[in-house]
């Protein structure tokens, strides 16, 4: 079809691309019906009205010229803007080009009009260079030249997107200095002010600004996640840094050192607090960081965190105690303050003085004394903790214990009747106790100061509104609920307009508890292991942070996937999961060793082969091959260094049906079993083991969390010795030994 231009309306005889509609025709993308709408429109371009009207998109008209002038498509993500000294802003924005790329003798030029040669002469004079043209869409490009040359008319364009800025300062602004660019000031107040406006309204909790090589970009963390919002152009970095501060009220003069402030605004009529963090980035200017404190998140006591019942039990009944010391730990961000100040307000009363030391105080709570912080004055946590002392309080809270001073004073402090709350950095629950003393406090102190610790992270809330239910036999098999007791409904993420299409909104907290009673106490004093404290400490009601997290899966709180995320990828000898199937340690030792001496080669069905290390993959004959079996991932690892001291091969499994699979498939020397275990405990392995003729001979020692009453049961069913644990790495060894020698294998 050819386009009669006499058919045209006079006012689109001024588009300057009208040789494309032609083009676009002839390759089939623009029916006759659609090339006469664009053909009569009073659009300034046609590339452009045949985007708006979806009859083309932009990336396929770029492919269809790029193709057909042998061009190539330009990467306006990676413009280089000190080129734009080369070609001036007129003769840019008359021709809609942009220079992108340049060298003493090429300079490269994207355009919407591959095919002008009379400009690509024009620009070979301009420049003084050769000109290389790559196509791009009028669109992006004006975008582009904005960005390049007219920052501020960039920012007004992202002030369109944002919605209307609410905010208002609490406090009095500050004088501003002068070095800025005029241009950019008032287009960038706007722009902080709407982009504050924007992430308190979007939930976010902080405001990332980063300059990187091509701009700065703008992210907001929204429920623990970054999510970027916004480019801005290189030169509008600089002034984006400057506002913020001056919001902040910080030295606008100093971009070589960390600054950090605070301000108070009001968003909506909403009061929020802010504080505002800068950092030098080498060669690209300042890195902000806001973090937004929205009052109105601040949970009002422990049972508002939504806990299952047995964590929120163990939370009370820390908060129980009139003295010592509760310790929460965990990563930044992972709502160690949360936390804290639900636990504040659990026991704020009215009867009892409750004084903070913090750094920074990020909420102001009525009721309670609380303390600034001031390294630089020489106010630290140490000496703040001194005063704080001898003002009769009832409850301490410590923002962190960071070093042996610190320490010393609030271990004091709980010894002589304070309830003291504070933070630490570890991984886990148990890991605390191996902190605070390497921060110099002697065992025997944590010992009688402690009360417990609970270690913290947020995982993602499942969207309400668009998560899918999938069936329990859906998850993988190490995460299925077994018990038929738990009513499982796990969910999945789907995403909508509700939750930003990410399938999830809101968070929730996976706990750790750790409760310090008398038996660990006395394991503390003695300087236990992690290991042996969360042993110990399993009979009272703790669970991993991956058996919490796993609980929230069942209940459709949450998914597989998020837990992942944020606990890491379970690795196969993984803490095993409440009431479900745990993951099997498999150990593949040289495949090079010699096969086992049994001379029964048992065949192995092939699902339980993969559980099952290979006799030909043991190790060399001579060594007493010894079988774990116990559902406590750090209880196993702990018996396995013990053992493989003393020469030994340590297998493991992880429940008791996982152990009579491996009994099935090779040969052992002894079996240590521990008696609760999901899917079967061990006095059913005990039972299928002497019932069975291959599997009746082998020694057992049953080592258990269970008191005594349990020992004449496990002997009568054929077990040659029983131990309770936690138990003493010297008394294992001898017991190990004499059972062997007993059996003639020692």
Partial sequence: ???????????????????????????????????????????????????????????????LLSGLFKVPIADLRNVDARVSGLLPEALARKHAILPIWADERTIRIATADPRDLNLEQTLAFVTGRSVILQVAPPKALHEKIDEIYRPEASINRLLSGLGPANVETVDEMIAVPAAKDPALEAPMTRLVEA??????????????????EGGTSVRYRIDGVLKEVMRLPGTAGPALVR???????????????????????????????????????????????????DKANLRANIPDLMLPPGEEELMQRLLGHREGIVLVTGPTGSGK??????????????????????????????????????EAQGFTFATALRSVLRQDPDVVLIGEIRDQE????????????????????????PSAVVRIRDLGVEAFKVASVLRGVVAQRLVRRLCTVCAESINPDDLPNELRPVSSRIDATPKRAVGCKSCGGSGYRGRIAVLEVLPVDETIAHLIEGGALPDQLYAAARPLGMKTLWQSGLERVWQGLT????????????????????????????IKPDATAPASASSVTPIVPDA?????????????????????????????????????????????????????????GQTFDLMILDLDMPRLDGIGVLEELRARVLTSSIPVIVLTARGEETEGVVLDLGAQDYLTKPVQPASLQARVRAVLRRAKIA
């Avoid at 982009?195 to 990187?212: K, N």
């Avoid at 100093?254 to 030098?280: E, Q």
């Avoid at 271990?411 to 709350?421: F, P, R």
Wanted: aromatic share 2%.
């Fill in 406 to 429: 610190t320490a010393g004073i609030a271990v004091q402090a709980g010894l002589s009747g304070h309830l003291v709350l504070s933070t630490l950095h570890t991984n886990d629950a």
């Fill in 1 to 63: 079809m050819a386009v009669d231009s006499r058919a045209v309306a006079p006012s689109a005889l001024v588009q300057p691309d009208r040789w494309l509609l032609q083009t676009l025709v002839d390759a089939e993308l623009l029916t006759p019906p659609q090339a006469e709408d664009l053909s009569t429109a009073n659009d300034a371009s046609i590339w452009e009205a045949a985007v708006a009207r979806h009859y083309a998109t932009d990336e396929i008209v770029t492919r």
């Fill in 559 to 586: 998914s597989v996937e998020e837990i992942v995320r944020v606990l890491g990828e379970r690795s196969v000898d993984s803490t095993p999961t409440t009431s479900g199937t745990p993951v099997l340690t498999l």
């Fill in 195 to 212: 982009m504050i406006s924007d992430a308190v309204r979007e939930g976010a909790s902080d405001i990332h600004a980063e300059p990187l």
């Fill in 608 to 664: 339980v082969r993969k559980l099952v290390i290979p006799a030909s993959e043991r190790a060399p004959d001579g060594k007493p091959h010894v079988l774990i079996a116990d559902d406590d991932r750090q209880m196993r690892r702990l018996v396995r260094m013990i053992l493989e001291r003393e020469g030994y091969v340590v297998h493991e499994a992880a429940d008791g049906l996982d152990a009579l699979e491996m009994v099935e």
């Fill in 243 to 293: 506002r913020i501060k001056i919001l902040a009220k910080l030295d606008v003069t100093d971009p070589l050192h960390p600054h950090d402030g605070r301000a108070a605004i009001r968003v909506d009529g909403k009061a929020v607090d802010l504080r505002v963090s800068t950092v030098p980035i080498a060669r690209r200017g300042e890195k902000v960081v806001v973090r937004i404190l």
């Fill in 337 to 374: 303050t949360t936390t804290l100040y639900a636990m504040l307000n659990q026991l704020k009363t009215g009867k009892t003085n409750i004084v903070t030391v913090e750094d920074p105080v990020e909420y102001d709570i009525p009721g309670i004394s609380q303390l600034q912080v001031s």
